[in-house]
Structure formats: C-alpha cells, structure tokens
T-cell receptor, first 109, second 115 residues
Framework: TQLLEQSPQFLSIQEGENLTVYCNSSSVFSSLQWYRQEPGEGPVLLVTVVTGGEVKKLKRLTFQFGDARKDSSLHITAAQPGDTGLYLCAGAPGNQFYFGTGTSLTVIP | NAGVTQTPKFQVLKTGQSMTLQCAQDMNHNSMYWYRQDPGMGLRLIYYSASEGTTDKGEVPNGYNVSRLNKREFSLRLESAAPSQTSVYFC??????????????FGSGTQLSVL
C-alpha cells in the first residue's frame, strides 16, 4: 500500500491541451513536494507547498495543497512537448521521505 | 558542480552475487538516502542516513545493507542479489532532514539487473 497515490498513472495529450494530476493520501503532511523526472535522470524538485489551501505557480504549472493537507494537485496549462516526463509528489510525515506512484506524461507535438 | 554522483550506471548480476553501489555528494549535505524505482511504484526508500554516523531503515530494507562512510559517501550493498532486486537505484542527499523545505538532490541512478 502506497502512502501517496497519484492519478492518472499515464497521460498522453496533444500540445496545447490542459491537464491535472492528483496526489492523494489518508495522512496529513506538513508539506508536499512535486518533482519531475526525465528518462535516465533523477527527479528534480519543482515546488514545495506548505500551507493548507496554498496555490503556487511556476510559469504554466499551478500547484495546490489541499485544505486538510492530505492531497495536492498539479495543473498544466497549454502543455508543451518539453513538459513530457514523470511527475512525482513527495512528502515526509515523519523522518522518511515518501514518494507517490508517479504520473507519466507524454505531450505529443 | 557534480552534485550527487552514483557508480556504476549499469550493472548485471547473477542470483547470489554481491555488489556495492557507491554514492558521493559534494554539497556538504547532512542527510543521504537510497531509493529504488520500479514501474508503477514510484520511488521507495530503502535506507537513509540523517547524519554522519547514523543509518535507519526505510520502507523496503530487506536484502540490503548500507554504510555512511563519511559525510560525503553513502554506499548500498546487496549481499546476495535476487531477481526481485532488479530495479533502478537512486541516491539522494539533502541539507537537513526534517525541515519543511527540505529539498532532495538526486544522482542519475544505477540500473541493476539480477538474472
């Protein structure tokens, strides 16, 4: 059983479309992070959300932390081929850093 | 800047063989981690070291041992490799464990196949 569940697991969309990726848990987190991983590389941190209800924007990416701090979402506006990759949410309810199951995004030109 | 360096990048083992995955970071970070990544499972924590001289088990420690050799280096050892240990292994480091804005820096991974 994964502490953090992501949906969808796979997503293939056309360039210019919008999409949302979800990260859900039954546990409360003091913060949640989103990472992006490209083939053959390790994950790279995109953002950290700390406050319940917080919204952060990174260019065309919008991240939201749920009010109860149990879930988060990532919305991409007008997706581009460069957004292709594996998106992972992560959180540390204690001393261990847990990662979600991942969403593999493919943006078709 | 090198960041987190893992060696080797690829390895093929036969069942029962042993090997050590090496990891070094040059960012003067206190905490280091070993993860494995399997399709559909995301990243799962094997072991971590909050600071030099300490190590603790993560989610999936069975079949592995670790050594925090010094502040820079954190190695992962498979004593008797099994096919279930076929995976991509990532080492990561962070400045201080447990802080709200803790950021993990990852190496580029080791792809291990156990036949």
């Amino acid at each position: 059983t994964q502490l953090l569940e992501q949906s969808p697991q796979f997503l293939s969309i056309q360039e210019g479309e919008n999409l949302t990726v979800y990260c859900n848990s039954s546990s409360v987190f003091s913060s949640l992070q989103w990472y992006r991983q490209e083939p053959g590389e390790g994950p790279v941190l995109l953002v950290t959300v700390v406050t319940g209800g917080e919204v952060k924007k990174l260019k065309r990416l919008t991240f939201q932390f749920g009010d109860a701090r149990k879930d988060s979402s990532l919305h991409i506006t007008a997706a581009q081929p460069g957004d292709t990759g594996l998106y992972l949410c992560a959180g540390a309810p204690g001393n261990q850093f847990y990662f979600g199951t991942g969403t593999s995004l493919t943006v078709i030109p | 800047n090198a960041g987190v360096t893992q060696t080797p990048k690829f390895q093929v083992l036969k069942t029962g063989q042993s090997m050590t995955l090496q990891c070094a970071q040059d960012m003067n970070h206190n905490s280091m981690y070993w993860y494995r990544q399997d399709p559909g499972m995301g990243l799962r924590l094997i072991y971590y070291s909050a600071s030099e001289g300490t190590t603790d088990k993560g989610e999936v420690p069975n079949g592995y041992n670790v050594s925090r050799l010094n502040k820079r280096e954190f190695s992962l050892r498979l004593e008797s490799a099994a096919p279930s240990q076929t995976s991509v292994y990532f080492c990561a480091s962070s400045a201080i464990q447990g802080e709200t804005n803790e950021k993990l820096f990852f190496g580029s991974g080791t792809q291990l196949s156990v036949l």
